[in-house]
């Protein structure tokens, strides 16, 4: 892949060269800030703004305050948390009108040098005890985060940043990379999923290009990785007759670009899923769950999404007396949780237990090659609505360990659910590089 940068007072206009062809990827300014707050506090706001509303609010913590001795301490200006991966999060806003280009420089490296003692401080804190924390839906959370893998990232607000300046190494055991907030803002847009921003930003933060140079080096590592072989492959594809497909951990194009709709689609599920009311005793869990979900690879959200959109639209016009179903599997490589989607043309107790029975079996299915007790499998189910009220209603179940199926359990949902030559002629998988 070869690689241009056209910058004008506007836009940073990347020239990409791709085997399929050259194309230019536009990276607009930062979004404007709010007008009526401080440039600092509206920078902070455009920041988590921008990672809830490309990615979801619920992987979002707001910077929560706590008392230390006599006086009180601010936990971060926020914090990405997906799984067992987070985020500490410093905004260094410009305030007043800029100067020379020297001072410039020398405010930008020692506001680069603050945050990162700042992070440094909170990542001692995060990885010595847990934290109560508020996500961007206001939902309370306990977040274990001694058990998160933490990384840092400076996010830097200026009018006009001084160019080619590189990014100073950070001390302490907590790495730390420097975002100009146009490329904070250009990775979530680029990519439109908490999980992916947050594993690419844990992937380069033991490096440290030019401030201002994260569109280039995105659009090197996506070159890399479309020219990298596929990864390992879960030893029971074979045996489920599944698809094999490679695509490339950070897509060229941006997510969603090739059909919006079908895109949004797959968000709007999630929303469901995340909207959904359940016991304060089971937030945590949600949250587990929802991050599998979002763990389901760029590449494969646009096919997924047109593919519910035309199931939804079909499963009306099932025979009657009939009851249609359109469903995939995701396996992303081994260890990595196993995500299941349908749609059925009718929601009754018989269909929920259908679809409970088959999510179990497939986790079943792929425990006769992996350790069961280390293995979770989540699965949505969609189906339409005719009251007016919403389009579909969606229900989500989940299986963690071994389901300790019976003998006779195991052969009735493979005889519903498994074609006689063992494959599933309804579900595929999607592997990724």
Not at 187 to 207: E, G, M, N, P
Request: glycine share 10%; hydrophobic share 40%.
């Amino acid at each position: 892949m070869g690689l241009g940068r056209v910058q004008d007072s506007d836009t940073l206009t990347l020239i990409v060269s791709t085997p399929h062809g050259v194309y230019e990827r536009a990276v607009p300014h930062a979004t404007p800030l709010r007008h009526h707050d401080r440039r600092g506090s509206a920078a902070e706001t455009a920041v988590t703004d921008a990672a809830a509303t490309w990615g979801l609010p619920d992987f979002v913590m707001s910077p929560s305050v706590e008392r230390k001795g006599h006086g009180v301490r601010e936990i971060s200006d926020g914090l990405l948390v997906v799984g067992g991966r987070g985020v500490i999060v410093q905004v260094k806003a410009r305030e007043g009108e800029p100067g020379t280009a020297e001072r410039e420089t020398s405010w930008v490296l020692k506001q680069m040098v603050s945050a990162g003692k700042q992070i440094q401080g909170t990542a001692r804190r995060l990885k010595a005890q847990g934290a109560r924390m508020v996500s961007g839906r206001g939902t309370g959370l306990d977040i274990d985060s001694p058990a998160i893998a933490w990384v840092g990232v400076t996010v830097i607000e200026h009018p006009d940043p001084p160019g080619e300046l590189n990014v100073p190494a950070q001390d302490g055991a907590t790495p730390v990379i420097a975002l100009l907030r146009r490329d904070w803002e250009f990775l979530f847009d680029q990519l439109r999923s908490t999980h992916a921003v947050v594993a690419y930003l844990h992937r380069v933060a033991t490096s440290a290009p030019v401030l201002g140079g994260e569109p280039e080096r995105y659009y090197e590592l996506a070159a890399a990785d479309a020219d990298a072989p596929p990864g390992p492959v879960d030893p029971s594809w074979a045996s489920r007759g599944a698809q094999t497909r490679s695509l490339p951990l950070l897509p060229a194009a941006p997510a969603g670009s090739d059909d919006d709709e079908a895109h949004t689609m797959v968000r709007l599920m999630l929303e469901d899923v995340a909207t959904s009311p359940i016991d304060p005793d089971e937030q945590k869990t949600l949250q587990e769950v929802l991050a599998s979900l979002d763990s389901l690879p760029v590449g494969h959200r646009t096919e997924l999404g047109r593919r519910l959109l035309d199931a939804l639209a079909a499963a009306p016009e099932a025979a009657e007396g009939t009851t249609a179903w359109w469903m995939r599997t995701f396996m992303a490589g081994p260890g990595e949780d196993q995500l299941g989607f349908a749609v059925c043309s009718a929601l009754t107790d018989t269909t929920r237990t259908a679809f409970s029975a088959w999510l179990r079996l497939r986790h079943h299915e792929r425990g006769e090659h992996a350790d069961l007790a280390n293995l979770t499998s989540v699965g949505v189910l969609l189906t339409p609505r005719t009251d007016g009220f919403r389009e579909w209603d969606t229900t989500l179940s989940a299986v963690r360990g071994d389901p300790e199926l019976a003998a006779d359990e195991l052969r009735t949902y493979r005889n519903l659910w498994n074609r006689p030559d063992g494959q599933d002629g309804n579900t595929s998988t999607g592997g990724h590089s």
